[in-house]
């Protein structure tokens, strides 16, 4: 009862009554917070319980768990792809993070720049990423068609003769960054947001200091919006670890094979694994070839180095688990 | 005359990065107007116009009813997740007590955590209550809170000054009619920007319905469909570029009526902590 006060620790005597409204105030937290806490049991505490317990037996749909010990933890050492699969991830989030960042943070500054027409632009900038990203996927499929499509029908125009992109095992994952690079209209409004929340006065102060464009952005502006830099990369990194559908979908579309029963599935990596992202191996590995357990070591090392990431994230803001406002 | 050039430079600039945004999906609507046999040539222009082949994928493939699922998938979805989620953003952002600062932790791990690590786990739950196959594994955990909106309406709601409670609970509200009738009215703006971001993400999600429904052709929502689309046709990609510019029109319409809190809710994800 005591613990529970109503409002931020302003104790008068209309709050007190206030409160008193409420009976049971623990109970009337518990009306608000039930269904979110009984989400939080049921859809992360089992399962990170439930996977740790898995990784150590054998099943399928059919058959209960049978334990095996280390066995799971054993295959990793032998799984062809694994290692294929996160080095696609990695190389992924090396490229994909800084670009998708730079990319936002200029047309930011671009758009911050403009007066009148600023809006209109970021509107048409924003668009895209509004696109569903299965269909921003065939969009590029078709836009980087090898030899017919668009992009490589203007590149001959300038006497180059294009890649194969989706097609060519060195170039699908540039493509990937490129579809990203696309749809990077959230991360540019977070950005105008924050650019216009440096103090104009900081700037004024650079410039009787006599500080030029460079210095300004230097040591003004990169200072000032570090914290939502952090977060960007963060959340940037958090996204690539869990990369799944634009690779799926690229795959699939641009492989041109008819999959049948077994679904997408039969098609990732193409071509030649260089798009198999790690999540997509875990699928894979689960709901292909039925090897639950193995897939649970999987998502394991995925929770830890998530987790990881996240963890830096609550230190670097406190502010976000809410204590001091 | 340098102010004149700069302004100049940067309209060049912008004009050409609108160019490079708009330009996919000026090229998907070029294509969807073109014969089958156009598209396999590296004209961009279409030699004659056939809107008819919007007609053609509605009759050829069942659109609607991908359409009709997806409709169904989202808008569940997003009620479920209001119905959940907008109280326990509530009691996170105004009410005081013992453990909200462990909850808020945790709302935050789920949200950071990639959806394929408990995969399994949940699979198994829901195969266990014979209800794989469908979306409703999609739909039926949004009552149970959505971590992502749960922060967004939060960040939202602490923005509320708290004197307009604090006036209500004079008058003898519960905290439930204080949220009921003081904070909801003042929230519109944070909850139409959770909506339209669960629904978004409802969709235009991939691996959920991918997951559940693989094997079910019947409950098939459109981003599945189209991504087997040349299963069913033989890549004819003027049909398949009208079908992808079709999935975009809900999404693009619900972004113009509501663009402002949009806009709001994006920039409350990232730069208020």
């Known amino acids: 009862m005591a613990t529970v006060t109503l409002t931020e620790g302003r104790d008068t005597a209309a709050l007190r009554r206030g409160a008193r409204g409420s009976r049971r105030p623990r109970l009337v937290v518990l009306t608000f917070i039930g269904p979110a806490l009984l989400g939080l049991i049921v859809f992360l505490g089992y399962p990170l319980v439930a996977a740790v317990y898995f990784s150590f037996t054998r099943f399928t749909l059919i058959n209960p768990p049978e334990w095996v010990g280390l066995d799971n933890w054993r295959h990793l050492a032998q799984d062809p792809l694994v290692g294929v699969a996160a080095k696609n991830t990695l190389w992924l989030t090396a490229v994909m993070v800084p670009a998708r960042i730079i990319g936002a943070l200029l047309t930011a500054m671009l758009l911050n720049a403009m007066k009148r027409s600023r809006s209109a632009y970021r509107t048409l900038f924003y668009l895209p990423a509004l696109a569903p990203p299965v269909t921003a996927t065939i969009a590029f499929v078709l836009l980087l068609k090898p030899q017919t499509g668009p992009v490589d029908t203007m590149l001959r125009w300038l006497g180059i003769d294009g890649p194969l992109w989706f097609n060519d095992p060195a170039w699908a994952k540039p493509a990937l960054v490129l579809l990203s690079l696309w749809a990077i209209g959230d991360l540019m409004i977070i950005f105008v947001a924050a650019l216009l929340d440096v103090p104009v006065d900081l700037y004024e102060a650079a410039s009787l200091d006599g500080a030029n464009a460079w210095q300004k952005f230097r040591f003004v502006t990169l200072p000032t919006i570090q914290p939502v830099l952090v977060f960007a990369t963060i959340t940037g990194i958090i996204g690539c670890a869990q990369y799944f559908t634009q690779a799926a979908v690229a795959a699939s579309v641009a492989s041109n094979q008819v999959t049948g029963g077994g679904g997408v599935s039969g098609t990732f990596g193409y071509p030649q694994n260089s798009m198999l992202t790690y999540p997509m191996w875990l699928y894979t590995e689960g709901f292909r070839y039925n090897l639950f357990g193995y897939a649970n070591v999987l998502a394991l090392l995925l929770f830890v180095v998530s987790m990881s990431i996240t963890v830096i994230l609550i230190r670097r803001f406190k502010a976000f688990t809410g204590s001091d406002r | 005359m340098n102010r004149a050039l700069i302004f100049v ?70 009620g479920a997740m209001l119905l959940s989620s907008v109280p326990a953003a509530y009691a996170l952002a105004k009410l005081r007590w013992r453990g909200r600062n462990l909850m808020m932790t945790l709302i935050i791990c789920m949200m950071m955590l990639p959806p394929q690590v408990t995969t399994v786990p949940v699979y198994m739950l829901w195969a266990n209550g014979h209800l794989t196959g469908t979306l409703w594994p999609l739909i039926l955990p949004m009552l149970l809170g959505d971590a992502f909106s749960i922060f967004l309406l939060r960040q939202f ?55 559940y ?58 730069v208020k902590g």
């Not at chain 2, 087997?228 to 992808?244: D, G, I, N, P």
Request: hydrophobic letters at 50%; glycine letters at 4%; a negative charge.
């Open chain 2, 157 to 211: 709601l602490v923005t509320i000054p708290d004197e307009y409670l604090d006036a209500a609970r004079i008058d003898g509200c519960g905290e439930w009619r204080t949220l009921l009738k003081v904070v909801l009215p003042m929230a519109r703006p944070g909850i139409a920007a959770a909506a339209m971001f669960q629904f978004f993400y409802a969709w235009n999600d991939y691996y959920g319905p991918l997951l």
């Open chain 2, 9 to 78: 430079a940067r309209h060049s600039v912008a004009i050409a990065l609108s160019a490079m945004f708009l330009a996919p999906v000026l090229f998907l609507a070029l294509t969807s107007m073109m014969t089958s046999n156009q598209t396999f040539t590296s004209d961009l222009w279409p030699h004659t116009w056939h809107p008819e082949n919007y007609a053609e994928v509605f009759s050829k493939t069942p659109l609607l009813k991908y359409l009709g699922n997806t409709a169904m998938y989202a808008g569940l979805a997003t």
């Open chain 2, 213 to 270: 429904t693989n094997e079910n052709e019947e409950n098939w929502t459109i981003s599945l469909a189209l991504a087997s689309f040349r299963t069913l046709h033989h890549v004819e990609w003027h049909l398949v570029s009208a079908a992808t510019l079709i999935t975009m029109v809900p999404v693009i319409v619900l972004f113009f009526f509501a663009q402002k809190a949009f806009v709001q809710g994006v920039t409350l994800t990232g």
